[in-house]
């Protein structure tokens, strides 16, 4: 029988929107994706086909000449004469010609399953007949397969007759307006029906009966958790099976199949549960875009997501609805999972949101069904005795915690693999997990040690523990209704983004416009501020002027997140700093066009919460009562807090007034000649809605004061307040001629103290305004300018030595100076009105200016402004670690070289200084090291090293008596003074950049040190981490100690340590108690949901593993660095793994606000780069440019509070290629082993032997790793070193 012309699909237009932009969610990023589909005329289902084989889903041709269907399509003219062209019936011939054959593996289908034959791969129309096509709820169609060869062979019979045409390359119209595009004999496909709606009968039937018998296999109260009541299904139709056209559709959007997968792996699963979760795959939605512009990126959404974005109604979901139906018809499916898919599609739905809902409910549910687990193979039983070795079914209703939520075993299945399998279900919200038998113990131990470290309470809350954790979650500065959240769309790739928080009463925008009131306690509704992953939607954009293809999307996104710590964190700005924002900008890994939607979002923020903290009135209720509203209204406590903005204010036309704001590419003038980060002026709303009210609108002046819901204190304005790019740099040429001359106007006070401070300065005698004592710190700091203005006078006289102590000297008494300032405000009277603080951080900032001028003044070729040093020692090579250690020697002739080639001993301000002089030896040796270490720890640690004979190396040397903790910690008999003398290096650089002979100085030294505490293995750690002793600990030692007793007599010292592994020795050294002196910032790898979630004082060792060494569970040192014990530490666990967005957020939004309060008078890195994404610890992801930004950050830190006096000891850092071709008796040698040529700088006598397991991991470093981070590192600091 053959296709009559009117069963034929109709030759439709494409609705896929054209470029020029139709109504739809993702406008022309939906037009990319669709062009991004498209196939070729000619192409086929696979290549295989064009090869006369088919290789796809078990297809096989044996006739080669065989011409192609599609290819008809190049030699027709119209539609209209392919349709009445017949086709080769040998093509027809081609496609059906090996039916599914269980017994030759050869011919299965791709993935393994009962699946629907392949057809043609669909044209341009593909995405949009998907995303516009039929109903969730289709006529049935008639069957395209066959179930056995003989009914394979009738199908191939009357396939000889039937005509085809061009328009089977196409993407078939909905299956509601066509017959099937295949031919098929009508009592066949009335049979096919027939044992379809029997089969589904059938399962019906069987999942009732396997209903009933689950309830009483479920314990009781799983059974209620888990609302087994509402899992009754009534019976549903059948779904049809794929078309050929369908499922060419359907790879088609996936991007699957081997059009798109050219490997074995064809995206496809081999079981029916690995296909269902595609629903949850990544599609990139702008391929046509990366086709024209090749330095773009690609944007990625959830399939889900993409077809429910182009869903114009509750009927527009035909992609979900081919993968259900694919699925479906797989072989092994469950027949409960098929009556779930079904009545997903079928159930009734007033709109495509709550049918999306509907079906990832079900999708959902097919993880945890009691009936699915059992029907596919699971034991859902809880036994009374272990079954085998690993228990099997008696964990079965067993607790467990899993990624810091409790969780309950419900099914086991045996595993050839593991051995068993274990399903672990939150009881919260039913997502689900499996275990191994490794995981499983794991689980029940961490649920174990919670429930210990917490006992549980009597008249404790029943309920969902998941969001109970949640439920009192906040954030600071939520009460102005600005937070930085994680997007749910994934072309934003999950990163935190300016959002301001909708109050509980504005509800929940539904797809008309409507408002619903929140459906769940543990969501927020959050409006994204200028969101950067809608830009290339241009059909909905608003704004005309876009200068940048990032900038031409919605400027407000609306959208629901999930409330965790993970999708939420507090937004600190209070003002726009471009440099600071440029820096951060650096981590998010985003094209640079995106900044100035990153800048235009932060100054929405800013204006927002700035208009919030003055004018608009806060909820005083107490947190009982939020949390009472919260629980009224079904809404998170955070919806309650947020702010009800007016909304006048929501309805300013902020495109314009973003407009009109300087552009970032005009912003480079901005920071000639400040003193401190360049501030841009906030948006002042209120001022702007008062302008569209009378009088102002009449352009008359009010004379009436604008309302304030409070009175915010006056701020002192500090010196040359500009801020506009062109008055900048116009006034940097003015200060720049000025200060060449030497007028009085130059060294007023006024240049360096702001009004505020001057005022006090000056009104001592008023009542109402004196500050006992401020009067004389006038004087002291006008005598200091005075000295200063003296010793400029005669400097061009002097030699170069008396330069250098004159600097010293002058530097030295300024930094005195503003520390007794300090101690003389902090105990002095302060009236009321006048903020200490204020006055404290305005005496800080003059202190400051007269150090910059003076080192500007003072400095000359290779001494003072725009120096930088690197300092080190060949007596660090001393110490000789064994084979297969990571902490290898080349580790440090690999820095020297990174250094050079940052321009160290070339440049003449970029200084390479190779020894370190004996008195800051002895000084570390004699009188710093003991002050940080115990006295019994150091001559233990002398004592070992002296007993090793000359020609050993790879000796333990912190082990105890038991032999216990030296497996890492190895060296020889040099070691003592390479520890001591990079102790002394650290003491030197302090010196260097306290008085002024640098801005900024790197020690290359080894063995590292901020591992080593006070005594051996600090804080409860496994091992001593390569560390001897601590030189950044001892280097702010010095620092603070007083002028009397040796040291530099500084008040506060700052550590910020940016290896991968926490600090635990140096926040044992100087922070196991609060001492104002100290801030220590470790930003590391790990967490309480990867360490354990015990507290410090446990004896369990479970949860540590060795530096470098072998592994157990959790990161080493352990727990130590997962909490902050007091205002002095700041410890930012970043999870298993050291991300760049997560570095990034961590050092602007936690680390920079921090920092800028404690107000160091120096900054010390601990400068660990093993977080780089080569190195073969393999616990970091970030890039040397990475680890550059970072030393950036740490920097404008620097400038802000200190003057940029900063300094970096080499921590960690082991990804170094290996330097010695390898001597392995037993491995054979090849000749294109590749080395690390560091030339002059790797000793003659220095080995590299490498085990050659390290050796592989080590080979990707050539293309950059240790040394390119050490170079990024130092060029970083080159750039820096210039105070303004």
């Not at 296909?275 to 512009?293: G, S």
């Not at 720049?736 to 006090?760: K, P």
């Not at 105990?827 to 007269?850: D, F, L, M, N, Q």
Request: proline share 6%; glycine share 8%.
């Amino acid at each position: 029988m053959s296709i009559d012309q009117d069963q034929l699909p109709p030759n439709k237009e494409s609705s896929c929107p054209d470029d020029k932009g139709d109504s739809i969610a993702v406008g022309e990023i939906s037009s990319s994706f669709t062009a991004a589909t498209q196939l070729d005329k000619g192409d086929t289902v696979n290549k295989g086909q064009d090869q006369g084989t088919s290789e796809n889903h078990g297809l096989k041709s044996n006739d080669k000449d065989t011409p192609d269907p599609v290819a008809a399509e190049e030699s027709t003219s119209s539609s209209s004469e392919a349709l009445d062209k017949p086709n080769d019936s040998t093509n027809m011939k081609r496609q059906l010609d090996s039916p599914m054959d269980e017994d030759n593996p050869s011919k299965r289908s791709k993935p393994q399953g009962e699946t629907p034959e392949p057809a043609p791969k669909p044209a341009p129309e593909t995405p949009s007949v998907i995303m516009n096509g039929s109903s969730a709820v289709s006529k049935p169609e008639a069957a395209a397969s066959a179930d056995s060869p003989s009914e394979q062979m009738d199908v191939e019979e009357r396939s000889k007759s039937a005509p085809t045409s061009a328009d089977e390359a196409n993407p078939s119209p909905p299956p509601s307006e066509q017959s099937d595009a295949m031919d098929v004999d009508e009592t066949k496909s009335s049979s096919s029906d027939d044992e379809d709606n029997d089969a589904g009968a059938a399962a019906n039937a069987q999942s009732d009966d396997d209903l009933d018998f689950t309830f009483d296999l479920i314990d009781p109260a799983l059974a209620g958790v888990m609302k087994l009541e509402d899992m009754i299904i009534p019976k549903v139709e059948p779904l049809d099976r794929l078309t050929f056209r369908d499922l060419a559709e359907l790879e088609a959007a996936l991007q699957i199949g081997d059009h798109y997968n050219y490997g074995e792996d064809d995206g496809w699963k081999g079981d029916w549960a690995g296909n269902l979760d595609l629903f949850r795959k990544e599609v990139v939605v702008n391929k046509n875009y990366l086709n024209t512009q090749t330095s773009a990126k690609p944007i990625r959404i959830d399939y889900c997501d993409w077809v429910a974005s182009n869903a114009r109604n509750k009927n527009d979901l035909r992609g979900l609805e081919l993968l259900f139906r694919y699925v479906y018809h797989m072989k092994g499916t469950p027949a409960m999972a098929k009556k779930i898919l079904a009545y997903a599609l079928q159930r009734p739905a007033q709109s495509s949101e709550e049918r999306l809902d509907i079906i990832i409910k079900a999708a959902t549910r097919m993880n945890y069904d009691p009936i699915v687990l059992k029907q596919d193979g699971w034991t859902i039983q809880k036994t009374d005795n272990p079954e085998g070795p690993l228990g099997g079914a008696i964990y079965i209703g067993r607790r467990v915690m899993w990624q810091k939520h409790e969780a309950v075993v419900v099914a086991y299945i045996p595993d050839e693999t593991y051995g068993g399998l274990w399903k672990g279900v939150f009881l919260e919200d039913l997502d689900t997990f499996d275990m191994e038998p490794g995981e499983l113990q794991m689980g029940l131990k961490k649920l174990e040690n919670k429930t210990r470290q917490k006992p549980t309470r009597s008249n404790a809350q029943s309920g969902s523990t998941r969001f109970a954790a949640t439920a009192k979650f906040t954030v600071p500065g939520i009460e102005n209704g600005i937070i930085l959240a994680k997007p749910t769309n994934r072309a934003s790739k999950g990163i935190m983004w300016p959002a301001r928080v909708r109050n509980v009463v504005e509800g929940k925008l539904t797809a008309d416009g409507k408002v619903r009131r929140n459906s769940s306690k543990n969501q927020i509704h959050v409006i994204f501020l200028a969101p950067f992953w809608n830009a290339q939607d241009a059909s909905v954009s608003k704004m005309s002027n876009a200068t940048d293809p990032y900038s031409v999307g919605p400027l407000f996104e609306y959208d629901t997140i999930e409330v965790s710590e993970y999708n939420i964190q507090e937004y600190t700005h209070n003002s726009i700093s471009i440099e600071q924002l440029e820096t951060g900008f650096k981590f998010l890994g985003l094209p640079k066009g995106v900044f100035a939607r990153y800048l235009d979002s932060h100054r929405l923020a800013v204006s927002l919460k700035a208009y919030s903290l003055k004018h608009m009135s806060k909820n005083r209720d107490s947190e009982d009562q939020l949390l009472a509203s919260a629980s009224l209204t079904e809404s998170h406590i955070l919806s309650v807090k947020a702010p009800i903005f007016p909304d006048v204010v929501l309805m300013l036309p902020f495109d314009y007034i973003l407009s009109k704001l300087t552009h970032p590419s005009e912003l480079a003038a901005s920071s000639l000649g400040n003193d401190e980060d360049t501030q841009e002026p906030v948006i002042d709303i209120d001022a702007i809605v008062h302008s569209l009210s009378p009088p102002e609108c009449f352009g008359k002046t009010s004379q009436e004061p604008r309302n304030s819901c409070l009175t915010p204190e006056a701020l002192p304005s500090s010196p040359d307040p500009n801020f506009t790019p062109a008055k900048s740099a116009k006034r940097a040429l003015q200060l720049a001629s000025e200060e060449n001359g030497d007028t009085d106007a130059v060294w007023s006070i006024n240049r360096f103290a702001s009004d505020f401070l001057v005022g006090l300065f000056q009104r001592e005698s008023v009542d109402d305004y004196s500050v006992e004592g401020v009067g004389q710190l006038g004087t002291l700091i006008t005598n200091l300018v005075a000295k200063l203005r003296q010793t400029c006078s005669a400097y061009p006289g002097y030699g170069m030595h008396k330069k250098v102590i004159e600097l010293k000297k002058m530097l030295c008494q300024c930094l005195l100076i503003k520390g007794h300032g300090e101690d003389c405000i902090e105990y002095s009277s302060i009236p009321h009105g006048v903020s200490k603080v204020t006055i404290i951080t305005e005496w800080r900032k003059a202190c400051e200016r007269i150090y910059k001028r003076a080192v500007s003044k003072l400095s000359f070729t290779g001494v003072g402004n725009g120096v930088t040093s690197v300092i080190t020692d060949s007596r660090c090579n001393g110490h000789i670690t064994q084979l297969g250690s990571f902490e290898r020697p080349v580790r440090l002739p690999a820095a020297i070289k990174g250094a050079k080639r940052a321009g160290a001993g070339r440049d003449p301000n970029v200084l390479l200084l190779t020894e370190v002089e004996d008195n800051y030896y002895n000084m570390a040796e004699n009188v710093v090291i003991p002050k940080a270490h115990k006295k019994t720890y150091i001559k233990r640690l002398k004592t070992k090293i002296q007993s090793i004979p000359p020609d050993q190396k790879g000796v333990p040397l912190t082990d105890d008596s038991d032999g216990e903790g030296g497996d890492d910690t190895m060296g020889s008999r040099g070691s003592y003074a390479a520890a001591v003398v990079g102790i002394g290096a650290s003491l030197k650089a302090v010196d260097m950049v306290v008085t002024g002979k640098c801005v900024n100085v790197f020690c290359a030294i080894r063995p590292p040190g901020h591992h080593a505490g006070l005594e051996l293995r600090p804080m409860q750690a496994v091992s001593n981490g390569f560390c001897l002793f601590n030189a950044a600990a001892c280097a702010a030692i010095y620092a603070t100690t007083p002028l009397s007793q040796g040291g530099l007599g500084l008040r506060r010292v700052c550590v910020i340590d940016f290896d991968v592994h926490h600090g635990n020795g140096t926040q044992d050294i100087l922070c196991s108690t609060y001492d104002p002196r100290y801030l220590y910032v470790s930003v590391h790898a790990g967490g309480a949901h990867i360490n354990g979630f015990e507290d410090e004082g446990s004896e369990d060792e479970s949860f540590r593993h060795l530096l470098g060494g072998r592994k157990t569970e959790g990161i080493f040192p352990g727990r130590c660095g997962d909490t902050s014990p007091h205002k002095g530490v700041l410890n930012i666990p970043l999870g298993q793994k050291v991300t760049a967005s997560a570095m990034g957020s961590a050092l602007v939004s936690q680390v920079t606000p921090r920092v800028e309060e404690f107000s160091p008078d120096l900054i010390i890195l601990s400068a660990g780069f093993d977080a780089h994404e080569n190195d073969p610890l393999g616990m970091g992801g970030l890039s040397a440019a990475d680890f550059g930004s970072v030393t950036e950050v740490a920097c404008q830190m620097a400038h802000k509070t200190c003057s940029g006096r900063i300094l970096s000891v080499l921590e960690g850092g082991y990804g170094i290629p290996c330097c010695r071709p390898r001597n392995d008796l037993f491995l054979p040698t090849t000749s294109e082993e590749r080395l690390l040529d560091l030339g002059e700088d790797l000793p003659s006598n220095m080995d590299d032997e490498v085990h050659y397991t390290l050796r592989q991991k080590l080979d990707k470093c050539h293309e950059e790793g240790f040394l390119e981070c050490v170079q990024s590192h130092v060029q970083s600091f080159v750039k820096c070193n210039i105070r303004k």
